[in-house]
């Protein structure tokens, strides 16, 4: 979920929400009126911050709508010249608030706000709004369920790069085209990442006829996806269900069929669809509905287009988000370039094995290997976890400066092949002590990937005692140092701090 993403101006969340109906119209003096902050992204489009407001006497009410959040109430006091109003919303389960204080100064409203409690105050400038300008659309009622004819994609899990984890909103055409440059260059592509992702922030605005359409930054989206696969490689792509973007860009509310047409015309061969702004129209139980539409959408074009569902793990997605045609789902929130955050999510997955198999993946985020954060050691934890999930590998780092030891991190060809392995089954964990973890997965050949992981931080010795793990080891090869060792009747290993020793043990 990517709530990292906001702007200044939609920050500080921390709490409760009500439902009250909208405030009467008032005439436009003082607060009263529609306020609109504008912010230009440099790329020919601007994220507008909305301000419903109606005063009277000392109090404060309306609405609050800023990127990919719709504050339904507003609570507030005070006068023009002193103010405070908290917007409050229910997101799922939960609620959220965003607290401003501001000011009148002539016609301009002064609103200044912090992300937490560590953070400086900021200033945003709003001016007065057309009435009616911003509102939510009108809700659109989703379709009955059913279930949506599998694609026949994804039958391992998708390998590739992503653009948010490194650029955020900087990527651009010349980004994308130097990663795909790369990929193809560096055995990326040859060890089968394919996918060249772009997310969020290439939306432009709808032209006439309602076709999406992208800014500044990708001035022809069909050149680059032939760009792209004229290196050997595919491209993705990134929209939502709601009206915006997590970062509020134009979403795919209302024209769901459309841009996938669209999607397809350019010849792009992957979507990721976040829910984010979906959730001012859509209760989670709900998603499931939501969700189809577009997986009916993708198949309706004849276009092979893999679907990867992102929605944090709301509603159980795993035991849903086949039947609505995706290849993957998103188990979690997002994943950070941190040893804490990576552990968190990743060893955590061990009850979703069972959901996991050719073609319907689960998915604990992208990879952060390269971005700097953790040590080389934390980094292979990264990727043997991943592969002992059969988890998606989505690159996030720049793939022009990797150093060799990152390189040959993320192109292990024996440790890619556990996580592409064929049989599809997700590994789970066998053995736990303390810091210490083994976790196994079963291989087509009959074979088990064996993961010793030690999360503690000093040097630890892992036992694999094989007939306790119900394993037969007659060969057994280390493939982070890439030999042979002796099974015997058990293995012992020491594992560094936050480290790990993968083997693929064979009967």
């Known amino acids: 979920m990517h709530d990292r993403r906001l702007p200044a101006i939609a920050a500080l969340l921390v709490g409760a929400c009500a439902h009250h109906p909208a405030p009467l119209p008032t005439p436009d003096v003082g607060l009263n009126g529609n306020w609109v902050v504008r912010q230009p992204m440099g790329d020919g489009t601007s994220r507008n911050s909305y301000f419903a407001l109606t005063q009277r006497g000392d109090s404060i009410g309306g609405t609050i709508r800023t990127t990919q959040f719709f504050y339904r109430t507003v609570i507030g006091a005070g006068t023009a010249d002193s103010f405070q109003i908290t917007g409050v919303m229910r997101d799922g389960a939960s609620e959220r608030r965003a607290t401003y204080t501001g000011k009148l100064v002539g016609d301009t409203l002064h609103l200044f706000t912090r992300r937490n409690a560590q953070s400086p105050m900021t200033e945003s400038k709003a001016v007065r709004a057309p009435a009616g300008e911003g509102a939510m659309p009108a809700r659109i009622e989703p379709p009955a369920r059913h279930a949506v004819r599998d694609n026949g994609l994804a039958r391992t899990p998708p390998m590739g790069w992503n653009s948010w984890n490194k650029f955020a909103g900087r990527v651009d055409d010349a980004a994308v085209r130097a990663m795909a440059d790369a990929m193809a260059s560096n055995g990326m592509r040859d060890a089968g990442y394919v996918y060249v992702n772009i997310d969020d922030t290439w939306e432009g605005e709808r032209d006439a006829q309602g076709n999406i359409t992208t800014n500044r930054k990708f001035p022809d989206m069909k050149a680059l996806a032939d760009y792209v696969h004229a290196k050997g490689l595919k491209l993705g792509i990134y929209s939502s269900p709601g009206p915006n973007t997590c970062a509020g860009y134009e979403g795919s509310y209302g024209h769901e069929a459309q841009d996938a047409r669209t999607y397809a015309a350019w010849g792009i061969d992957y979507l990721k669809y976040d829910w984010c702004g979906a959730r001012n129209i859509y209760t989670d139980a709900e998603m499931p509905a939501v969700y189809q539409k577009m997986g009916d959408a993708l198949l309706a074009t004849g276009r092979p287009i ?202």
């Open 306 to 507: 893999v679907y990867s569902l992102c929605q944090y793990g709301r509603e159980d997605v795993w035991t849903w988000g086949a039947d609505v045609g995706g290849n993957l789902w998103r188990t979690t929130g997002d994943i950070r370039d941190t040893w804490d955050s990576m552990t968190r999510i990743g060893f955590a997955q061990d009850s979703l094995a069972r959901f996991a198999k050719p073609g319907h993946w689960n998915d604990p985020d992208m990879l952060e290997i390269g971005n700097g954060g953790m040590s080389a050691d934390e980094y292979r934890t990264h990727m043997s976890l991943w592969s002992i999930l059969a988890a998606p590998l989505l690159a996030g780092n720049d793939l022009r400066a990797m150093t060799p030891e990152i390189r040959d991190i993320l192109l292990n060809r024996e440790v890619i092949a556990i996580d592409q392995d064929a049989g599809g089954k997700q590994g789970a964990r066998a053995w736990q002590d303390g810091d210490r973890e083994i976790w196994t997965r079963e291989l087509a050949d009959g074979s088990r990937a064996v993961a010793l992981f030690n999360r503690g931080d000093a040097p630890a010795s892992i036992t694999a005692r094989w007939a306790s793990l119900g394993v037969r080891a007659r060969q057994a090869r280390d493939l982070w140092a890439h030999q042979d060792v002796s099974p015997g009747s058990e293995h012992t290993a020491t594992v560094p701090a936050h480290g790990v020793v993968l083997l693929r043990v064979t009967r």
